[in-house]
């Protein structure tokens, strides 16, 4: 037990820092988003699971020789409400951590779906209020509104693309086409709850760097996904416009939209990145190299519940 929260305790660490800024600093993501996002979400639930196994297994230390014994003996402790003998003032401290740990995190998941949806609630019922369906645009309403703007409302059974009397203004009718296919692209994958349970993450871990920078690459890698969903009903010569129209007339990012960042709510070296991968020649990274990247995923996951659960069944 105590080589296994040694183990897991220089995993959680790599996972904290090294690991993530260099994906961060990558550049493959950008020609290979899914596999990516997948990665990023490999890097948070292996950290979390790391973190708190190798607290919880120095922790069970006195209890027994691996987690499942460990757990079964610290219960009954509890109960009987005595410690083992040689049972460490330390080793009391990080179980006491793990426990807290888990459940702040959980907690954090929770409260954040929560205010989110309650949220989106809200905001259903004012686009309703305030805006008109488009009959020639099923699933989508016109907000009287001068800026260019577009997002996707996501909902329990359908999702809303909203647009504002400003973006009709402002493009064409493939370039529209464009910004629409992107934010439903949005709807169909469910990037909200992807970007939900990072922005949980950041705010269970306000003091934790790479949480700021997980959520921000997560964020900047759901657009890239929403823009090849785009690319299969338009050009990338169209789709390129459209963002760069759209970064053109928007000083600010929008605040009208109460979960996806929208193209029209990028803002400058957001839409720059996204107009240099669309006109990038190399195009999307080799299937080998996506599924390598899938797999080292797996590995991430693999490799901490391995090092807590294996030892039980040695």
């Not at 219960?75 to 003032?89: K, M, Q, S, W, Y």
């Not at 402002?170 to 970007?195: K, W």
Request: proline share 7%; net charge positive.
């Amino acid at each position: 037990m105590l080589l296994t929260s040694f183990a897991l305790a220089a995993l959680a660490v790599a996972l904290a820092w090294p690991v993530p800024i260099l994906l961060a600093r990558a550049h493959w993501p950008a020609r290979a988003p899914g596999a990516a996002l997948v990665v990023w979400q490999s890097i948070a639930l292996a950290g979390g699971l790391s973190m708190i196994g190798a607290m919880l297994s120095y922790g069970l230390v006195p209890f027994g020789n691996d987690l499942v014994n460990g757990l079964r003996s610290f219960v009954a402790r509890l109960v009987a409400g005595t410690l083992p003998l040689g049972a460490e003032f330390s080793q009391m401290f990080a179980l006491s951590g793990a426990i807290l740990l888990g459940i702040h995190l959980l907690l954090s998941l929770v409260t954040t779906f929560v205010k989110a949806e309650r949220l989106r609630r809200r905001h259903a019922q004012l686009v309703t209020l305030l805006s008109d369906p488009m009959p020639e645009r099923p699933g989508t309403r016109l907000i009287d509104h001068a800026a260019p703007v577009a997002y996707c409302l996501p909902g329990t059974t359908r999702s809303v693309t909203v647009l504002s009397a400003g973006l009709i203004d402002l493009l064409d009718e493939d370039q529209l086409r464009a910004v629409v296919a992107h934010e439903r692209a949005h709807a169909s994958q469910r990037h909200h709850l992807v970007l939900l349970s990072f922005r949980a993450w950041r705010g269970a871990l306000p003091w934790f760097p790479i949480a700021t920078r997980a959520h921000e690459a997560v964020a900047m890698l759901v657009e890239m996904l929403a823009d090849d969903g785009a690319r299969r009903e338009v050009t990338d010569a169209t789709l390129v416009r459209s963002i760069a129209l759209v970064a053109s007339e928007s000083g600010e990012p929008s605040t009208l939209s109460p979960g996806l960042e929208s193209p029209l709510a990028a803002d400058g070296p957001s839409a720059t990145r996204r107009i240099a991968r669309l006109v990038d020649a190399r195009g999307a990274l080799p299937t080998p190299l996506r599924a390598l990247a899938i797999a080292c995923a797996v590995a991430l996951l693999a490799v901490p519940t391995v090092l807590l659960v294996a030892p039980a069944f040695v």
